[in-house]
Each structure stands twice: as structure tokens, then as C-alpha cells.
């Protein structure tokens, strides 16, 4: 869904004087085109010549021509052959460059490649979790992630910030080696490095770790609490509509986790539909919203149900009062923050237990709607 979203965005942002602007499910673009080229889809594949600028968004990306002016691309797996005029810029889960380079790189992504065949004019600036850098650089190369290897050759000075870092037989570095980690870079003593080796500020990683953890702890802190927040004020706006489709979860799972199936599916495959065609982007977008809002009302109803059977254990009586389920509501909302960390398990509770509040509040909703056509009648 955030690649729909990132392949819409891109599109809307397309200027009139585009000469090709397309989105679709899956693009095989060959040929030559005169003037800025925009593309979007789940799978796109560029084989032809772009004479201007191109801009690509997509789940699996491959660029395969020549584009004269500068590059930039942004999806899920993404691999650059080809020949680029000017600047290239990726942003990705898995980016392969395998491409020659006549200027600047820069790539961000999950796992980064320079491939052996990789020829890079200019500068390179990558970050990422795992960096392999078997390919040319012909300017200054700034990497940063969790484990760096470098083994090709870089004409210029090398700035690298990882925890584990391997600079193999086969690398030529024409500069200054400078690095910040928590333990000595391997150097392998057929690598040659002309200029120093300089490693500083050793424990700079480790304080950056702990100011990641702390923020990371703070901005879960603060999605708990505005999930909490959101939850209270839905309740106080719709104290009977919230209670009875939490009810419906708990005697009717089956047809809960059913109905919301039904409505995600189909919304996915509305949304997938508008955006297929320029003219139904805004469009596609307003679904995606509101698909964003039913996701969130769905999780807070299934919330609400875990809340009212927790409070249960602690509570008879025939009904809660409204300080009992805004309590019992904040324990629900901590358990459902805490799952999605069980390795495997708990991503698909929070999927089923998402899907089923999203199902529970959409049968309510309907069940409603038909009960006030009825009377109307």
C-alpha cells in the first residue's frame, strides 16, 4: 500500500510539460522519449532512451536504457543497468547498481549493491543496513550502515560510519580511509590505500544507538498514547455505536474476520483500479484515506472488545461504566503495541485482530443502515 501511495504521489506531482506520464500495474517502457519521463506501477522496467529527466516509483523496478538527464527512482527491489547521464538518486528495500554513472550517486535502502560492472563518475553517497561496494567510484564515496564491505576502487577519499567494517584484497582506494566504528575496520593486507587510516570517535555509534533507542522508545510512547487518545474521543462521540460493534467481534468472529477481508480486498482493489489512469488519482487517493481511517476505526474496535474482556475478569456486572472502558481500553492498546514484536505470530495477530475490528464495524454499520431503511418503510 505505501508503494500505491509513493507511485501516486509521484504522478500528481507530474509538471505539464511531461512528455510521457504513466501509471499502471505493470510498465514495459521501450523507445526514445524527447522530454521528461514519469512513470509509476507495481512493476516498471525501462528499456528505452529518456532524452530529459526520469522519475520512477514502483514495487520492483528495473532501469535498463540510457536516461540523459538525471534519475531518480523510489520502490521496493530496484536494479539500475544501463547508462545514466547525470545524477542518479534511489531510494529503496533492496537497490542493485550494476550501471555506469557519468556523475553523482546517492542511494538509500535496505540492502545496497554497487556491482562489479558499476562505474560512477562522481561522487557516491550511500546509507544503508548492508553496503557491498564492488564497483568504480570516481569521486569522494560517504557510506553509512550496519556492516560495509568494500572491494572495488574508489579515486577519491572514503568517509565510512558502520559497526562492522571489511575493506577486502581487491579494493583500491586512492584517498584518505577515514572511518567511525566501535571496533578496528578488517583491512585485508592486499588492499591498497594510498593516503591514512584514520578511525575516530569510536564510541560516536554507540551514543548514536542509544539516542535511537531512546527516540524509537519515545515515538512508541506517543503512538500509544495518541491510539489511546483517538480511541477516547471515538467513544465519546459514538458511546453506543463503538460498544455494539465490539460486541459483534466477540459473538460473531468468524463472520467479523470475513466481512473484513471483503472490505480490505475490495478497497485494495479500487484503489489499484483508479490509479491505473491519471484522471482517477484524486480519486484513488481519497479511497486510500479513507481506507486509512476504517483501518484505524477497525483496530480501536477490536480494542475496545479486548479491553471489555479484560475488564471482565476484574469486573461483573451488566454493563462497564465509561471510566472501566476508557481503563480497560488503555491496556488493550499497550497489549496490541507489545504483540507486533513476537517474532512471525504477532504481525499476523495484529493483522486477524485488525481485520476482524474492520469487519465488526462494517457489519454494525450495515446493520444499521438496512434497520433505518426498514423503518423508513
Not at 524527447?34 to 512513470?39: K, Q, T
Not at 532524452?51 to 538525471?70: C, E, H, K, N, W
Not at 545514466?84 to 549493491?113: F, K
Amino acid at each position: 500500500m505505501r508503494r500505491l501511495v509513493l507511485a501516486s504521489v509521484l504522478c500528481l506531482a507530474v509538471g505539464p510539460a511531461a512528455s510521457a506520464q504513466e501509471a499502471g500495474w505493470s510498465l514495459i517502457k521501450t523507445g526514445v522519449f524527447h522530454e521528461d519521463l514519469y512513470l509509476a506501477g507495481d512493476h516498471v522496467d525501462l528499456r528505452g532512451e529518456a532524452r530529459g529527466d526520469a522519475f520512477i516509483a514502483g514495487r520492483t523496478v528495473a532501469v535498463d536504457g540510457l536516461v540523459q538527464g538525471d534519475l531518480v527512482v523510489g520502490g521496493g527491489t530496484i536494479l539500475l543497468r544501463g547508462v545514466m547521464g547525470d545524477d542518479v538518486r534511489v531510494a529503496g528495500q533492496i537497490v542493485t547498481v550494476d550501471a555506469v554513472i557519468h556523475d553523482m550517486l546517492i542511494v538509500a535502502g535496505e540492502v545496497v549493491r554497487v556491482s562489479t560492472g558499476a562505474q560512477v563518475g562522481g561522487r557516491a553517497w550511500i546509507a544503508g543496513r548492508r553496503v557491498d561496494i564492488a564497483g568504480q567510484v570516481g569521486g569522494e564515496l560517504r557510506a553509512a550502515g550496519a556492516r560495509i564491505r568494500i572491494s572495488g576502487v574508489i579515486q577519491g577519499d572514503v568517509v565510512l560510519a558502520a559497526r562492522d567494517i571489511e575493506i577486502l584484497p581487491t579494493a583500491r582506494i586512492e584517498g584518505t580511509l577515514t572511518y567511525w566504528s566501535g571496533q578496528e575496520a578488517r583491512i585485508d593486507p592486499g588492499a591498497r590505500i594510498r593516503g591514512a587510516v584514520v578511525h575516530r570517535q569510536p564510541q560516536f555509534l554507540d551514543r548514536a544507538g542509544r539516542v535511537a533507542t531512546v527516540v524509537a522508545t519515545v515515538t512508541r510512547v506517543v503512538f500509544v498514547v495518541n491510539l489511546l487518545a483517538a480511541g477516547v474521543i471515538l467513544f465519546l462521540l459514538f458511546p453506543d455505536f463503538t460498544v455494539s460493534a465490539a460486541r459483534i467481534v466477540g459473538r460473531e468472529p468468524g463472520k467479523s474476520l470475513g466481512a473484513g477481508t471483503g472490505v480490505l480486498v475490495a478497497a485494495v482493489l479500487v484503489v489499484a483500479l483508479l490509479l491505473t489512469s491519471v484522471v482517477g488519482l484524486p480519486l484513488g487517493l481519497a479511497v486510500i484515506a479513507f481506507l486509512a481511517l476504517a483501518l484505524l476505526l477497525g483496530l480501536l474496535t477490536f480494542g475496545f472488545f479486548l479491553g471489555d474482556a479484560g475488564a471482565r475478569l476484574f469486573r461483573r456486572g451488566p454493563d462497564l461504566s465509561t471510566g472501566w472502558r476508557i481503563l480497560s481500553l488503555g491496556g488493550a492498546v499497550v497489549v496490541l503495541s507489545l504483540i507486533r514484536f513476537i517474532p512471525i505470530v504477532g504481525p499476523v495477530a495484529l493483522l486477524v485482530a485488525l481485520v476482524m475490528g474492520l469487519g465488526a464495524w462494517a457489519l454494525h454499520a450495515w446493520r444499521t443502515y438496512t434497520a433505518d431503511g426498514e423503518e423508513e418503510a
